[in-house]
């Protein structure tokens, strides 16, 4: 079996963040890279144990730089990116299972350093009227491919998030708890990579229970922005205006509209060829 592993640096247990003016900011970087490793090795060494052959691990925080590589266990491999080819789409359809580690929530939602892409730029994102974050955009990304997501890792908002929008079948390991967007009660790391073995252990084991999750066919995704300025610019990536912050993109396939929200025409024209040829299961 191989597993697509999705990573972010906001939600393993003793990472400290604040504001720093514009958004959220990471000030213990070092030590978060380190917290983050910890728990995708742990993770790692509980689907090992359930027959994981090999796991693809995406660092898919922000400049694809937090994962340092000889620090990950040997079943690893990692998937960095840059350009128009985000690390978060898995590079081939084949693979058996998806997990989300060191995840945060959605903006709005009160979980530690919680935002949608953009802690400064994006006030709320919308899928069909629903708000969505990344949690939900990514096991969407990983559902196109026919791959779903058993495990998911981070504060107990991100936690939550999955659980309502997977269903009660996704494992979780809580990481820590938010008392603010900025304010954290870290739990024991100790404990929380022993349960990230156990939990990874029983989500792999119980894969053939696990459905795909229905992905909508008619896709309107809808960004509130935060100010203006930003809005003419997914404006001009081809998004309907709606009003002063507010952008919507449409159309009959998720893939294409969510690549519709971040490249440009012609960009996107080849990035979504790709992924239709990586698409194996459909
Ligand atoms: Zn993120």
């Known amino acids: 079996m191989r597993v697509f592993m999705i990573t972010d640096l906001e939600g393993p247990c003793g990472v400290n963040g604040r504001s720093d003016g514009i958004g959220n900011k990471i000030l213990n970087e070092e030590t978060a890279k380190q917290a983050l490793v910890n728990e995708v090795n742990a993770c790692i060494e509980g689907l090992v144990q359930a027959g994981a052959e090999s796991v693809t691990v995406v660092d898919a925080h922000g400049g694809s730089n937090s994962i340092d590589i ?3 266990h040997p079943a690893a ?18 693979y058996d299972a998806a997990v989300q580690i060191g995840v945060h929530a959605m903006q709005n939602s009160g979980g530690y350093l919680c935002h949608s892409y953009s802690s400064h730029g994006i006030s709320e994102m919308r899928l069909n009227g629903e708000p969505i974050g990344e949690i939900g955009i990514c096991t969407l990304v990983c559902a196109w491919f026919g791959i779903p997501t058993i495990l998911v890792s981070g504060d107990e908002a991100a936690c939550a998030e999955a659980q309502n929008f997977i269903g009660p079948m996704v494992e979780t390991v809580p990481t820590k708890i938010a008392h603010s967007r900025y304010s954290v ?4 790391p100790t404990k929380v990579y022993a349960a990230l073995r156990e939990n990874s252990k029983r989500a792999l084991e119980k894969l053939p229970r696990f459905t ?3 992905i909508p ?3 309107e995704l809808v960004y509130e922005l935060m100010c203006p300025n930003l ?12 009003d002063f912050r507010t952008v919507r993109y449409k159309g009959d396939d998720f893939m294409r509209v969510w690549l519709d929200t971040q490249h440009s025409d012609s960009s996107v ?6 992924l239709l040829s990586m698409r194996k299961r459909q």
């Open 212 to 214: 795909v999750p229905p």
């Open 217 to 219: 066919k008619d896709v």
């Open 70 to 72: 000889f620090k990950l």
């Open 185 to 188: 009660r870290n739990y024991s």
């Open 269 to 274: 024209t080849a990035h979504y060829a790709h």
């Open 231 to 242: 809005a003419d610019g997914m404006e001009n990536l081809g998004g309907e205006r709606q």
């Open 77 to 94: 491999e990692l998937l960095q990116y840059g350009g128009v080819f985000h690390g978060a789409f898995p590079d081939d359809g084949n």
